[in-house]
T-cell receptor, first 110, second 113 residues
Framework: DAKTTQPPSMDCAEGRAANLPCNHS???????VYWYRQIHSQGPQYIIH???NNETNEMASLIITEDRKSSTLILPHATLRDTAVYYC???????????FGKGTMLLVSP | DSGVTQTPKHLITATGQRVTLRCSPR?????VYWYQQSLDQGLQFLIQ???????AKGNILERFSAQQFPDLHSELNLSSLELGDSALYFC????????????FGQGTRLTVV
């Protein structure tokens, strides 16, 4: 897997956009970037993934830089229920398993 | 609800004992993955099965074993349990071999006393 670097923690006010960065400077051309989150002690939840184009779904938006060395997950209107650990993963396309790092602990406050 | 069912939700057992954790994947998913999450280790991949065959193996101890049955449900067997085996055990499933869009169950919390 490409090495990913995320800040250990971030804060966000409820209702504001949460922008979670991820650096993956060693990513290769065919490796996707995936985002999962884990609310305390629950199973991880898939959020979104992308290769080179920006992606949006009902949960979030993913912005990938043109050189693909970094990306940002955007939660447009964060709620208290978005408090979780967010994992950015760039799995090696030759393997079939996800390697979870330490992720970013996002705390959404009232 | 992810559609992945794990039983039991909680399990307390003594050192040296053997337990079996069960996972029912989402309908139609052929791959099942097992992960262990302890406080100091984070989420660790243990093993993957695809359509009944072992596909990938991670940091799984020799005391642990798993299998996937013809109906695609999976069991993780943990034997000669030690205090350090206390953790959350998650099962995930996906349609194909690549688990990059995987759906996780709510986990089994194992406490070894």
């Amino acid at each position: 897997d490409a090495k990913t670097t995320q800040p250990p923690s971030m804060d966000c006010a409820e209702g504001r956009a949460a922008n979670l960065p991820c650096n993956h400077s060693t990513i290769s051309g065919n490796e996707y970037v995936y985002w999962y989150r884990q609310i305390h002690s629950q199973g991880p939840q898939y959020i979104i993934h992308g290769l080179k184009n920006n992606e949006t779904n009902e949960m979030a938006s993913l912005i990938i830089t043109e050189d693909r060395k970094s990306s940002t997950l955007i939660l447009p209107h964060a709620t208290l229920r978005d408090t979780a650990v967010y994992y950015c993963i760039a799995p090696n396309s030759g393997y079939s398993t996800l390697t979870f790092g330490k992720g970013t602990m996002l705390l959404v406050s009232p | 609800d992810s559609g992945v069912t794990q039983t039991p939700k909680h399990l307390i057992t003594a050192t040296g004992q053997r337990v079996t954790l069960r996972c029912s994947p989402r309908s139609g998913d052929l791959s099942v993955y097992w992960y262990q999450q302890s406080l100091d280790q984070g989420l660790q991949f243990l093993i993957q099965y695809y359509n009944g065959e072992e596909r990938a193996k991670g940091n799984i101890l020799e005391r642990f074993s798993a299998q996937q049955f013809p109906d695609l449900h999976s069991e993780l067997n943990l034997s000669s349990l030690e205090l350090g085996d206390s953790a959350l055990y998650f099962c995930a499933s996906s349609v194909g071999i690549m688990n990059t869009e995987a759906f996780f169950g709510q986990g089994t919390r194992l406490t070894v006393v």
